[in-house]
């Protein structure tokens, strides 16, 4: 059964500075590999989808990443801004098509 | 176009009531997800819809819990006798198909059952 784990739980730093979030992932038969955003109050957003033939996508200052055989993804926050605090998840598709959540890393940073 | 809604946005209940929560897709998706997000806690898959019809159920914590899709859009989620431990903020998403991955969520309802 795949299990999707985010480690830390939460993560403070100060504006400017670059960050990364870890997802860890037991099956390595993962379909894909989503990063969420989550503001407080709000729904999720979806950031970057990353297929498993992939192994990183880019949208702005995100990047994130994905090794299949190590079980992991990381999402890469370059120059972070006050904007970007909120509760980042990630989740796996699985082969049917649900997908697997991690508990998040709530990430606030600091002016 | 709008995107995915959810009513009411906070709910307080008292321990034994029924509750209601509600679900209004975006136009055209046929997909319809209900997750559970407690306090700290990932996202605990309750149920989906692919048109009307719920493939799986597997999901749902108990009997209490029932949920319904008519004419392919609205779904409502019932809680029938509320417990303390369903306290939690209850979320929906939409996607084109069952067959897509990329799940399009609401702002959530937030139940508090005292």
């Known amino acids: 059964k795949q299990e999707v784990t985010q480690i830390p739980a939460a993560l403070s730093v100060p504006e400017g500075e670059n960050l990364v979030l870890n997802c860890s992932f037991t099956d390595s038969a993962i379909y894909n590999l989503q990063w969420f955003r989550q503001d407080p109050g709000k729904g999720l957003t979806s950031l970057l989808l990353?297929?498993?033939s992939q192994r990183e996508q880019t949208s702005g200052r995100l990047n994130a990443s994905l090794d299949k055989s190590s079980g992991r993804s990381t999402l890469y926050i370059a120059a972070s801004q006050p904007g970007d605090s909120a509760t980042y998840l990630c989740a796996g598709g699985d082969s049917n098509y649900q997908l697997i959540w991690g508990a998040g890393t709530k990430l606030i940073i600091k002016p | 176009g709008a995107g995915v809604s959810q009513s009411p946005s906070n709910k307080v209940t008292e321990k034994g009531k029924d509750v209601e929560l509600r679900c209004d897709p975006i136009s055209g998706h046929t997909a319809l997800y209900w997750y559970r997000q407690s306090l700290g806690q990932g996202l605990e898959f309750l149920i989906y819809f692919q048109g009307n019809s719920a493939p799986d159920k597997s999901g749902l914590p108990s009997d209490r819990f029932s949920a319904e899709r008519t004419g392919g859009s609205v779904s409502t989620l019932t809680i029938q006798r509320t417990q303390q431990e369903d306290s939690a903020v209850y979320l929906c998403?939409?996607?084109?198909?069952?067959?897509?991955?990329?799940?399009?969520f609401g702002p959530g309802t937030r139940l508090t059952v005292t």
């Open positions: 998403a939409s996607s084109l198909d069952a067959y897509s991955y990329e799940q399009y």
């Open positions: 990353i297929q498993s």
